[in-house]
């Protein structure tokens, strides 16, 4: 076994890897750009190379600087985690000739499956269905013109893909120009390779995924599936083993399936080979096709280390080290049932704007119930910042427990509460106690063609702040009664809720939030309190977090300072207008220069947070007063791009 690693990623998975690292007694070395250097892995590690730049281009992904890293420090190994360098064949062809092992697949495989046409192909030789399509010669006219054949709907893909981009669906005829274009665009800028094909779009599919581990010495075996069908633009949310909808004679062809995919392949480590599982035909099965190969380890591994009681990590170094499989296929048991949820500073509610920033409490819950086990992998702990640079992961929760309604049970009662930071707490809570998640009702559209019923759930209920409140108060000395109004503000992981005390004695207060008036019964001692005669319950979990049973549904709250007051960034031009950056990030491009006249909506500049560009247009016609900021440029949110003059 390796002496010392070199861990070349951020964020969850760093802090992931690196544990395993520790565990087995392996000197773990991070590599962390700039703004990563102090982070919650830097910290775990036992030694941090700083690899001098902000982008991801300048360091995750540049070859010669975390190669230097690895040589430097006297590692033996490279820990690529997800993203990044993972899938790169000529990064683990560097590694091999420099004599530092890639703990991944070798290069051949990842060159055979990182072209999803090549691995449809290699598919199809292993008599394994593909979605129907078309990936023969790729010009604009072709792929017109097979789409007739394909049929509609029908998805255009990047043959390099990842990461849902170049993904388009076409309904009709007409839109199959458009949508090409635009995915050739995206593919181009995100894999410097345009290249499409299509397949056929199906329609209320699950993703069903299932994890392949493959030694230097021949043993292969698979451990089990995972369901990732809870998606937002392609990209995964909430994933859970087993799959609540795979039986086992379906679960008995889609491992055949990976297995035999893996074997032509001369697959080697920790593999993921991917599956759309269609809805039931008349014979009650359900038809698959295989879609794609993940050659790493998955962000969502945990949910199969939760249900094997394998560290998948741990696996992944011992083959990389040349140790054959500790087991075989028959030692691999399954028990109970895991899901795993994403946390990402987002807000759900802005579009899913990303929401960088300094994390200044993490709440996490009551802890599990007897028979459960909760797990929350963080890539940041309470006093880091969440960089604008990468992505908003900020870590995952994941419950284990006897049975899948026990899991769900054991995720809502421990989700976490960030604050101040926005997440997507309240979304993810929404989806995992709707009925339709609940009864297996889901599949890849679900989340986006329900987002706004799934938001609307997201809202804690008046009565349960109004209880918070209450009881906060009922518990608290008396001193307040009778000094005329008080507020308490509350957040519930995506907003800060403020509930107003009109009047009260200890045990019934008048309570106010915005418009609507409560009255609230709480018993000093008494977890129990009266809202407008419900009855709700209401748990203090530690210093200033609170949670609230009410309406059969358990709500999670922390008690806040009062916001400060919109700071409105003054134009120093009088008469002007002041554009303001509406969320931290790096000033990508500047359109525009001082006396340049604009027309209302026009490109002014754009901004890059978290992968993803923002275009600031000018609000209104104007003269460009000032432009106070120039590309690269790092701002706060609410600071002064440009000022706009009459
Ligand atoms: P990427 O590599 O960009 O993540 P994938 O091929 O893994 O792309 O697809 C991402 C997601 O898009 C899948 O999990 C699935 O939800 C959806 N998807 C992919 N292909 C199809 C298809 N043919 N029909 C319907 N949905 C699809």
Same mark, same amino acid.
């Given at each position: 076994?390796?002496?010392?690693?070199?861990?070349?990623?951020?964020?969850?998975?760093?802090?992931?890897?690196?544990?395993?690292?520790? +565990?087995?007694?392996?000197?773990?070395?991070?590599?962390?750009?700039?703004?990563?250097?102090?982070?919650?892995?830097?910290?775990?590690?036992?030694?941090?190379?700083? &690899?001098?730049?902000?982008?991801?281009?300048?360091?995750?992904? =540049?070859?010669?600087?975390?190669?230097?890293?690895?040589?430097?420090?006297?590692?033996?190994?490279?820990?690529?985690?997800?993203?990044? &360098?993972?899938?790169?064949?000529?990064?683990?062809?560097?590694?091999?000739?420099?004599?530092?092992?890639?703990?991944?697949?070798?290069?051949?495989?990842?060159?055979?499956?990182?072209?999803?046409? /090549?691995?449809?192909?290699?598919?199809?030789?292993?008599?394994?269905?593909?979605?129907?399509?078309?990936?023969?010669?790729?010009?604009? =006219?072709?792929?017109?013109?097979? /789409?007739?054949?394909?049929?509609?709907?029908?998805?255009?893909?990047?043959?390099?893909?990842?990461?849902?981009?170049?993904?388009?669906?076409?309904?009709?005829?007409?839109?199959?120009?458009?949508?090409?274009?635009?995915?050739?665009?995206?593919?181009?800028?995100?894999?410097?390779?345009?290249?499409?094909?299509?397949?056929?779009?199906?329609?209320?599919?699950?993703?069903?995924?299932?994890?392949?581990?493959?030694?230097?010495?021949?043993?292969?075996?698979?451990?089990?599936?995972?369901?990732?069908?809870?998606?937002?633009?392609?990209?995964?949310?909430?994933?859970?083993?087993?799959?609540?909808?795979?039986?086992?004679?379906?679960?008995?062809?889609?491992?055949?399936?990976?297995?035999?995919?893996?074997?032509?392949?001369?697959?080697?480590?920790?593999?993921?080979?991917?599956?759309?599982?269609?809805?039931?035909?008349?014979?009650?099965?359900?038809?698959?096709?295989?879609?794609?190969?993940?050659?790493?380890?998955?962000?969502?591994?945990?949910? !199969?280390?939760?249900?094997?009681?394998?560290?998948?990590?741990?696996?992944?170094?011992?083959?990389?080290?040349?140790?054959?499989?500790?087991?075989?296929?028959?030692?691999?048991?399954?028990?109970?049932?895991?899901?795993?949820?994403?946390?990402?500073?987002?807000?759900?509610?802005?579009?899913?704007?990303?929401?960088?920033?300094?994390?200044?409490?993490?709440?996490?819950?009551?802890?599990?119930?007897?028979?459960?086990?909760?797990?929350?992998?963080?890539?940041?702990?309470?006093?880091?910042?969440?960089?604008?640079?990468?992505? @908003?992961?900020?870590?995952?929760?994941?419950?284990?427990?006897?049975?899948?309604?026990?899991?769900?049970?054991?995720? #809502?009662?421990?989700?976490?509460?960030?604050?101040?930071? *926005?997440?997507?707490?309240?979304?993810?809570?929404?989806?995992?106690?709707?009925?339709?998640?609940?009864?297996?009702?889901?599949?890849? %559209?679900?989340?986006?063609?329900?987002?706004?019923?799934?938001?609307?759930?997201?809202?804690?209920?008046? *009565?349960?702040? /109004?209880?918070?409140?209450?009881?906060?108060?009922?518990?608290?000395?008396?001193?307040?009664?009778?000094?005329?109004?008080?507020?308490?503000?509350?957040?519930?992981?995506?907003? !800060?809720?403020? *509930?107003?005390?009109?009047?009260?004695?200890?045990?019934?207060?008048?309570?106010?939030?915005?418009?609507?008036?409560?009255?609230?019964?709480?018993?000093?001692?008494?977890?129990?309190?009266?809202?407008?005669?419900?009855?709700?319950?209401?748990?203090?979990?530690? %210093?200033?977090?609170? @949670?609230?049973?009410?309406?059969?549904?358990?709500?999670?709250?922390?008690?806040?300072?009062?916001?400060?007051?919109?700071?409105?960034? +003054?134009?120093?031009?009088?008469?002007?207008?002041?554009?303001?950056?509406?969320?931290?990030?790096?000033?990508?491009?500047?359109? *525009?220069?001082?006396?340049?006249? #604009?027309?209302?909506?026009?490109?002014?500049?754009?901004?890059?947070?978290?992968?993803?560009?923002?275009?600031?247009?000018?609000?209104?016609?104007?003269?460009?007063? @000032?432009?106070?900021?120039?590309?690269?440029?790092?701002?706060?949110?609410?600071?002064?791009? #440009?000022?706009?003059?009459?």
């Amino acid at each position: 076994m390796f002496t010392r690693v070199l861990v070349a990623n951020r964020g969850e998975i760093a802090v992931r890897v690196i544990r395993t690292l520790r +565990r087995l007694g392996i000197h773990p070395v991070l590599a962390a750009s700039i703004p990563d250097r102090h982070s919650l892995a830097a910290r775990h590690a036992g030694e941090t190379v700083v &690899l001098d730049g902000y982008s991801s281009a300048e360091t995750y992904l =540049d070859q010669d600087a975390v190669i230097a890293a690895a040589k430097h420090t006297g590692c033996e190994a490279i820990h690529p985690g997800y993203g990044f &360098l993972a899938e790169n064949p000529d990064f683990a062809e560097r590694c091999a000739s420099e004599g530092v092992a890639f703990v991944g697949p070798p290069a051949e495989a990842l060159r055979r499956l990182g072209s999803k046409t /090549a691995a449809r192909a290699i598919a199809v030789d292993c008599g394994v269905p593909v979605v129907p399509g078309y990936d023969g010669p790729d010009d604009d =006219d072709a792929l017109a013109r097979e /789409a007739e054949r394909v049929g509609f709907p029908l998805v255009t893909k990047a043959r390099a893909g990842g990461g849902g981009r170049g993904m388009r669906v076409v309904r009709a005829p007409g839109e199959i120009a458009e949508a090409v274009a635009a995915a050739r665009r995206e593919a181009a800028a995100a894999f410097g390779d345009g290249s499409l094909f299509l397949e056929r779009y199906i329609e209320r599919a699950r993703h069903v995924e299932v994890q392949v581990l493959a030694d230097t010495h021949g043993n292969l075996l698979h451990l089990g599936e995972r369901d990732c069908s809870i998606q937002r633009r392609h990209q995964k949310v909430i994933e859970e083993a087993p799959s609540p909808i795979v039986d086992e004679a379906l679960r008995a062809e889609l491992t055949a399936a990976a297995l035999k995919i893996a074997e032509a392949v001369g697959y080697v480590n920790a593999g993921t080979f991917e599956f759309l599982v269609g809805e039931p035909g008349q014979d009650g099965a359900r038809p698959y096709w295989f879609i794609e190969a993940n050659p790493r380890l998955q962000v969502e591994h945990p949910v !199969t280390e939760e249900i094997t009681g394998l560290d998948i990590v741990e696996l992944q170094l011992r083959i990389a080290a040349g140790e054959p499989l500790p087991l075989r296929q028959g030692d691999v048991t399954f028990s109970g049932h895991a899901i795993e949820l994403r946390l990402n500073a987002e807000d759900p509610r802005s579009d899913f704007a990303p929401s960088a920033g300094r994390l200044r409490r993490l709440d996490l819950g009551s802890g599990p119930a007897p028979g459960t086990r909760v797990r929350f992998d963080a890539g940041f702990e309470p006093g880091d910042e969440i960089p604008a640079y990468y992505d @908003s992961l900020i870590g995952k929760l994941i419950a284990h427990a006897p049975d899948r309604s026990q899991a769900i049970a054991a995720l #809502v009662s421990n989700m976490p509460l960030t604050t101040p930071l *926005v997440t997507n707490a309240a979304l993810l809570r929404a989806v995992i106690s709707h009925q339709d998640f609940a009864g297996d009702a889901i599949h890849i %559209e679900w989340l986006e063609s329900r987002l706004k019923e799934v938001l609307d759930r997201a809202q804690p209920p008046l *009565v349960a702040l /109004a209880a918070a409140a209450a009881c906060t108060w009922a518990q608290r000395d008396a001193s307040w009664i009778g000094a005329g109004q008080l507020a308490m503000w509350l957040h519930d992981g995506a907003e !800060t809720h403020c *509930v107003h005390l009109c009047s009260g004695r200890a045990g019934a207060m008048h309570l106010a939030i915005g418009e609507v008036e409560m009255n609230a019964t709480a018993p000093a001692f008494s977890p129990a309190v009266w809202v407008d005669g419900q009855r709700c319950h209401v748990t203090a979990e530690g %210093e200033d977090t609170l @949670s609230v049973d009410a309406g059969g549904e358990t709500w999670r709250f922390t008690i806040v300072p009062p916001p400060p007051l919109p700071r409105h960034a +003054r134009p120093t031009v009088p008469g002007s207008t002041a554009v303001t950056a509406p969320l931290s990030g790096t000033v990508a491009a500047v359109y *525009v220069a001082e006396g340049d006249e #604009v027309e209302a909506g026009q490109l002014l500049l754009t901004l890059e947070a978290m992968k993803m560009e923002h275009r600031l247009v000018a609000p209104a016609s104007g003269v460009i007063a @000032s432009v106070t900021v120039a590309p690269g440029d790092q701002v706060a949110q609410g600071h002064p791009l #440009v000022e706009l003059g009459e």
